[in-house]
Every structure is written in C-alpha cells, then in structure tokens.
C-alpha cells in the first residue's frame, strides 16, 4: 500500500534549482532510505513533506490527500511526525514532560474538561502518563525521566526526540540523521529502535549520511544528486551503482 | 509501575494546599488589621498590579513578549466609564459588556499581531499601547489629555456595598483569587502544555501538531481581556483616569513586576513583584523625584545578575544547597559503612 506519494516536486530557492521533478512513493511499511551527496536537496524534501516549505510544483499525496502548501501542525496532525537535524527539543523541561507534550492531537477528551480537570480528563492523564512511561522504556530513556532534555548527551537527545515523535502517534516517521554523531555501539542500539518502530506500523523515511547504517536498514534506497533522483532500488542495487558511486566520488574516480 | 506526579508527591501537595488556605484567609482579614486608608489604598494598588503582571506572564507562557501590557488596562478603564457614564449602565451591567467589547478589540487586533512572536510583536505591542494612549488623549468626548473625573464606584449588590476602600478590597480580591484559579487550570492543562511547547520551540511543537498562531492568540485574547477587567475595576475604584495613567511608564512597571519576582513563574512571579513595587518607593519618598532612575537602575540589576528574579533565585540556590546536602549525607553514610 502507498502511504506517500512524492510526484514531480519543484522547488526553487532564489535562482537555485533546490529540487527538480521528483517522484517516488513510500510504502506501508517500509523502511526507506533518502541519501546523496550534500546539496542533493534531501534537507528540502523533508521540510517540504513536513510543511516547512511548499513545493513549487508537483504533489505530495499523504493518505489519498494533497498535502502541500497545508501548514506545519496541519500535517502534523494528518500523521506525519518528524524529528529535526539539529537537536529540537524543548530544552528546559524534564524527559517526561517532553514526551507528554507530544500527545497534543492525542486527546479524546474536549479541552475545556481538561480545564474542569473533570473525572473523564483525569483518567486520560493518567493513562497518557502510562503510556508516556511506556515510550520512555522503549527509548531507554526512562532511568533519565526526571533530568532536563538540555543536560542529556547527545545520543539520548536523538533518542528523546524520537520518543516525542512517537508521542504524537504518527503513520510516517521522517527521521533527519537519527544516527550522526553516535559512536558504533549507540549506532547499532539506534538501528534496532528503528526497527522496532516499522515493527509496530510505523513507515520511517529516512535521511542518513552513515552508509552502513543505511545499507543495513532500509528496504529500498532513493538517491539524490543536485536535486535530481539518480535512482532508487534496493541497497544490494544501490551500492553498485556507477550513477551513485559518481555522484558521491566525482567522475575522475570511476 | 509508580507514575511521576511532575515531581510533587502528595505531602508537598498537602503542604500546598495549607500554605494557599493560610494567604487566602491572611488576605480576608488583612483589612481589619490596617488603619490607614493610604496603606488599603496600596495594597488594592497591588492587587490590581499583580493582575496586570500574570496577564505579562501569561502572554510571556505562550513566547509573547509584550511591551504594551497598558493597553487593554486602558480600554477596560475607558469602555467601562463610557458605558457608566454616559450610557447610564449599572456597573454590573457594563463590566460583562467591558468584558466582551475588550475580547472582541483583543480577538480583531491580536489576529493582526501574533502572526509573529518575536521581535515584530514586542515593537507592535509597544506601538498599539501608545496610539492607543494618543488617540484617547485626542477624543474630545474622554475627556482628552485631562482625563474623566467622577467616576462612581461600582454600584452596591442588594446589602454588600463598594463605596469604601474596605469594601472595595474584597471585591478586587475576588477578582484577584478567580484569575489566579483560572490561570492555574490553564497552565496545568494542555493548553498550558501547548503553550510552553510553542515558547520553547515552535517548530517542534508545529510537528506535534500545535498551531502556534491559535494558541498565541488565545493568551492574547485571555491575557488582554483580564487586563480590561483590571482596568474597569481601576476607574471605578480610582473615580478618575487620565490617558497619562496608561503612558508606557505602567506597560514597563507591569513588566517589571514579572521580571523582579521571577519570569518562570506565572503566578507568584508577579504578586511578589508587585507587592515590592508598589511598596518599597513608598517608603523611599525621600528619593520621590528621581524613583523612576532607581526602578531603571533595579531592572537593570535583575536583568544583568538576577535572570531568574526573586523566586527564581531562590529556587536555584535551594536546589543547590539541596544538591550539596545529599552529597554530604551519601558521603557520611558512605564513611559509616566503610568503618563497618
């Protein structure tokens, strides 16, 4: 099943052609790899998809529904999580209260009883707190609850971050370099996470610059090159491509 | 599994609890323990400046930072008196009136303002609070630059009346004590929740699914109203207002009650500023004409050495004393049972 359809994407910054004419579909649910040299346009594609940007032109269809040009929490809230190249997250507050914050569009409950703090919006707390628990645990992150995202290393931050998107319940995941900057063995344990998370239905897209990582992750590979898909395939194709070792090497090489 | 209570346990909640029974009763009979009419007329004062501080903090919540705290203060104070004096309205009749007009004005214009929240709104605060100021002071029909006298004060509900300061206490502590509730189940929601993630990160918590502008132009439209109603009860109360009563000098006192007693906390933050603004130039009338260079000079020393205000300072240094306590009990313990 396609859960996201990428079709004919433009996008033109100034008079850079960040994108030209992409197209390629993610399906349900698979692990798929968007990789390139730097400059390929993958940062763009991500922040089109989550609503950052508009696409020039070209669709983006999530779930049989345009998407493109809908806001940031209107995406969001159709089921596109994301977490961010940089570390984003809200700094000043506990692991919990990070991960509860990304329950926003998960409430039954209407607001004003959460306001009344009325019987029915208490017991949802209390199981949004379980379940909060819940993603801790699964993150591995529950020892850290009650410290400030801010004072975490670095490889507990990605995996808070991660833990925040899973808060908010999304179909798809676009993961923005999950895994750079962690040492082999917090590679390793980030790989197994993410599989998990497809184990539990969960689609992820997936831009990384680590190559084994990549490799040993995804079902199929996008590559892109100066804003223009090379090719994609699965990494066994993927590896052996000459486009790809061109695009990544430059042409002397080959 | 033990589920965190965001780091109260029940104890400290019971402890809570008494702490707030106690302020609300001291606050009930805190008249009857003052004579002078001067020292009721500052603590209504305080009152109504801590009101006017939470609504600074509760745009602050949401990643707004205001400079024109005044304004709404102002509208309040104005529609209230026009709708009393010259509509000829009871004032129970015009206050909810006050309260929708200045919701309404808040709803129009913040949809206008908090399409951004950074450094276009702070200067767009700043502006509206002035041309506000400027265009009553230039409409013959308020009064102009010299303002409306004779305001009455609110008319008495069958046998409680309003005419005294005594009175008058109650009714601005009444007000005082609803905001204080409403701002708590606010903030301890998840529109609390929702505007802190916007003030901390407004990216991520757009891919959370949070509208930023909507939930900005609620704590506007809230904090802009409760500042209405704060100047309705301040006309009625003072029985006469001039423009010059909201120049920028206030919206900057307002901001300073925020920031002297702590930014990061939403409720107390502003009281205990208040309370040490209104009162301390007080009894530093010897140095009356240049008060307003040692409230510079204070703002700049809170900035520059104190970030977390009073309560946040205290807040830091308990938790290190708390930190330096445990180290030195895990190092007894440790000694004890080496010994063994």
């Not at chain 1, 199981?127 to 850290?144: G, N, P, Q, V």
């Not at chain 1, 990384?208 to 990549?214: G, L, N, P």
């Not at chain 2, 900005?216 to 006469?240: D, E, K, M, P, W």
Request: charged share 20%; with cysteine; hydrophobic share 50%.
């Amino acid at each position: 099943m396609v859960l996201l359809k990428i079709r004919n994407v433009t996008k033109i910054f100034g008079g850079l052609i960040a994108l030209r004419d992409v197209s390629f579909d993610v399906n349900k649910p698979e692990i798929l790899g968007l990789i390139g040299p730097n400059g390929a346009g993958k940062s763009t594609l991500f922040n089109i998809i989550s609503g950052f940007h508009s696409a020039d032109k070209g669709k983006i269809i999530f779930k049989d529904e345009e998407i493109n040009g809908l806001r940031v929490d209107q995406i969001a809230s159709s089921g596109i999580g994301r977490i961010f190249q940089e570390p984003t997250l809200f700094m000043q507050e506990s692991v919990f209260e990070n991960v509860f914050s990304g329950f926003h569009r998960r409430y039954r409950e209407p607001v004003w009883k959460a306001v009344f703090y009325t019987s029915g919006a208490r017991e949802e707390e209390v199981t949004k707190k379980k379940r909060a628990l819940e993603i801790l645990e699964f993150m591995d992150l529950i020892s850290a609850r009650d410290e400030l995202a801010a004072n975490l290393p670095h490889g507990r931050q990605r995996a808070l971050a991660i833990a925040i998107a899973l808060a908010s319940e999304p179909d798809l995941l676009l993961l923005d370099e999950p895994v750079t900057g962690m040492n082999p063995s917090e590679t390793m344990a980030m790989i197994e996470k993410i599989r998990r998370i497809r184990e539990t239905g969960i689609t992820v897209l997936i831009v990384e610059h680590d190559m084994r990582a990549i490799m040993s992750l995804c079902d199929r590979i996008v590559v892109l090159s100066l804003g223009i898909k090379l090719v994609e395939g699965p990494p066994d194709k993927i590896k052996e491509d000459e486009r790809v070792i061109e695009a990544y090497l430059g042409k002397q090489v080959v | 599994m033990k589920l965190p209570n965001n780091g109260a346990n029940h104890k400290t909640n019971r402890y809570k609890l008494l702490a707030i029974i106690i302020a609300v009763a001291a606050l009930v009979v805190l008249p009857f323990c003052i004579e002078s009419g001067y020292i009721k007329h500052l603590i209504i004062m305080a009152c109504i400046g801590t009101i006017l501080g939470m609504t600074f903090s509760m745009l602050y919540s949401a990643g707004l930072i205001t400079l024109g705290a005044a304004a709404f203060y102002a509208v309040g104070a104005y529609t209230s008196t026009v709708l009393v004096m010259y509509a000829g309205l009871s004032f129970w009749v015009a206050l909810p009136l006050t309260v929708m007009i200045s919701a309404i004005m808040a709803l129009g214009f913040g949809a206008l303002f908090v399409r951004n929240a950074g450094v276009a709104f702070v200067i767009i605060s700043l502006i509206f609070a002035q041309v506000i100021v400027i265009a009553i002071g230039q409409a013959e029909f308020l009064g102009g630059w010299g303002g409306i006298i004779g305001i009455p004060r609110p008319d008495s509900l069958g046998p409680v009346e309003f005419a005294t300061k005594h009175d008058f206490y109650y009714l601005i502590l009444a007000f005082l004590l609803l905001v204080v509730v409403v701002y708590t189940a606010l903030y301890s929601s998840r529109i609390g929740r929702a505007w802190r993630a916007i003030k901390l990160s407004p990216n991520l918590a757009g891919t959370l699914g949070i509208n930023a502008y909507r939930y900005r132009l609620l704590a506007y439209v809230i904090g802009s109203t409760t500042a209405a109603v704060a100047g309705c009860f301040y006309a009625h109360y003072f029985q006469n207002i001039t423009p010059g009563a909201f120049s920028g000098w206030l919206s900057i006192y307002v901001q300073l009650y925020a920031v002297l007693g702590g930014l990061e906390f939403y409720i107390l933050g502003p009281a205990i500023g208040a309370v040490i603004m209104t009162f301390v130039p007080e009894y530093l009338r010897v140095v009356k004409e240049i008060e307003p260079i040692i409230t510079g000079i204070l703002l700049l020393i809170i900035i520059l050495f104190f970030p977390g205000g009073i309560l946040g300072t205290i807040r830091n240094s308990a938790n290190v004393s708390f930190e330096g306590f445990d180290a030195r009990v895990k190092k007894i313990k440790a000694s004890l049972t080496g010994k063994r």
